[in-house]
């Protein structure tokens, strides 16, 4: 198998797909756009006034009945869940779906022509790291009503288990299992979409599935057909002559798969769970799931993840050897004491830096802020934050000892905590931008006694000392 990327991805050029759609019977033309670094999915409406743009994000689900249907302002997308699989399964992370109807053309019913024009036009890396969730604890939805239930579990990598039972000899149980994500193109993209005869006279005679063939959708058999009703799928299907082959499906059509409804729910799974905004690194099982259950979890597992990362603290090892010491620390940093603030460097990479500071008593500003009550100033955490952020970008150049930092604008600055002498100050940041003509922007965040003690975003440049 293949190593995964760790930077975004987007597709190389557009490309376009013409269908109808499922529910609504209408001509559709959708394309594929590349998008900026952390845009995620994004459908737009070119057929409306506005052009409005409907993110991917669970909370704009509104109806789970047939399909995963979004809504934002008053404007729909119907079934989103076949396109978002097809994303998901071929890795990429930003994406811009142009549609000139509510709803994306059913193909065949399942992800495998979205697959292909997507491998069509091909995938193309990114600057920006990838945003990924990792499973640490056992999360987990179950709705009473249906006894659906999703949990997913700590795992090197996102992999999908769905077991289904309808309760109907016709398919019985089944399961399915997406190991690897490099298996999704050829193991679940093709499986499709598929109704019960009972589901599909319901929906027939309230006019909810224009766009239905025998071509896009499995029809299992799980009742006795009446000649009456053989004339209606007869006629909504435009066929002249229709039966039911032994396996108990319609006829006209061959699985893909034994275990095809199976393989389908997992591949609507993947589309769903796309709906939490993030990738997920962890193993997803679910039992007898459905879009409603699936949507449920996402927007449970979004909660989830916003509510960690806002009270995320680094995990460092204070005891571990430091990348940069404080000699190395003087060698790239013109500050000196008392004004030299971060001791440590224990992380570097070209995305982020780590930085420690360990407050004592003998800090000189102690002595006037404030006498009886010591308070590190919160300027000074924003400047050894700084700091730290000067030793990320002086390490993009080979003689940072000739170079200066200055700060260029400081944005949106918010202190929680008080820090005290006692205190290890833990500094992360992480770019938010690449680094160009020595123009550094970074979100910076202090971290003491295992809270966020303060943050703010910072804007720096490098500039060569005259002379050198």
């Keep these: 198998m293949k190593t995964k990327s760790t930077k975004q991805t987007t597709i190389a050029n557009p490309v376009t797909l013409t269908g109808v759609g499922l529910h609504t019977g209408e001509n559709v033309t959708m394309k594929f756009l590349a998008a900026k670094e952390n845009h995620g999915f994004a459908f737009k409406r070119v057929d409306l006034e506005g052009e409005p743009v409907i993110e991917a994000d669970a909370n704009y689900v509104v109806n789970t009945q047939r399909g995963t249907n979004l809504e934002k302002n008053g404007v729909k997308i119907q079934t989103s869940e076949h396109v978002l699989a097809a994303l998901v399964g071929m890795d990429v992370d930003n994406v811009l779906i142009e549609l000139d109807a509510p709803e994306p053309p059913i193909m065949d019913g399942s992800s495998k022509f979205f697959v292909e ?15 990924e969730y990792i499973v640490k604890d056992v999360i987990s939805y179950k709705d009473e009503t249906s006894g659906s239930e999703i949990t997913v579990i700590p795992a090197d990598s996102y992999q999908v288990t769905t077991m289904v039972d309808f309760g109907t000899k016709v398919l019985g149980t089944q399961n399915a299992t997406l190991e690897h994500l490099d298996d999704f193109k050829n193991e679940i993209a093709s499986a499709r979409t598929f109704s019960f005869l009972h589901e599909l006279e319901m929906l027939l005679e309230n006019g909810l599935i224009k766009g239905g063939d025998l071509n896009n959708a499995i029809v299992y058999v799980d009742k006795e057909i009446s000649e009456s009703t053989m004339k209606k799928l007869e006629k909504a299907f435009n066929k002249a002559k229709l039966s039911v082959k032994p396996n108990g499906i319609l006829d006209n059509l061959t699985l893909h798969h034994p275990n095809e409804a199976a393989r389908h729910k997992l591949l609507d799974v993947v589309g769903d769970l796309a709906l939490a905004g993030t990738r997920i690194r962890g193993k997803v099982i679910a039992n007898k799931p459905g879009h409603f259950v699936n949507t449920q979890f996402a927007k449970k597992l979004q909660k989830i993840i916003k509510q960690e990362r806002r009270h995320y603290v680094p995990d460092v090892d204070l005891h571990a050897k430091p990348v940069k010491d ?11 004491p008392p004004f030299l603030l971060v001791d440590k460097i224990m992380e570097l990479t070209e995305e982020h830096v780590i930085g420690i500071k360990n407050v004592t008593m003998n800090e000189p500003f102690f002595v006037g802020h404030f006498p ?18 000067g030793i990320l970008v002086l390490s993009t150049v080979p003689d940072p000892e000739n170079y200066l ?3 260029l604008k400081i944005d949106n600055v918010r202190y929680k905590h008080q820090v005290v002498p006692g205190d290890t100050l833990i500094f992360k940041l992480d770019l938010l931008t690449p680094i160009r003509r020595g123009i550094c922007q970074m979100q910076a965040r202090a971290y003491a006694n295992g809270r966020l003690v303060s943050e703010a975003e910072i804007m720096a440049q490098i500039t060569k000392v005259k002379g050198n």
């Design 117 to 131: 024009a997507i491998e069509q036009v091909g995938i193309i890396e990114q600057d920006a790291e990838r945003d």
């Design 405 to 407: 930092t200055y700060l």
């Design 372 to 389: 009886g009550a010591p308070v590190m100033p919160g300027v000074l955490q924003i400047e050894a934050m700084a700091q730290t952020g």
């Design 326 to 336: 404080i000699n190395q620390i003087m060698e790239m940093l013109p500050h000196r």
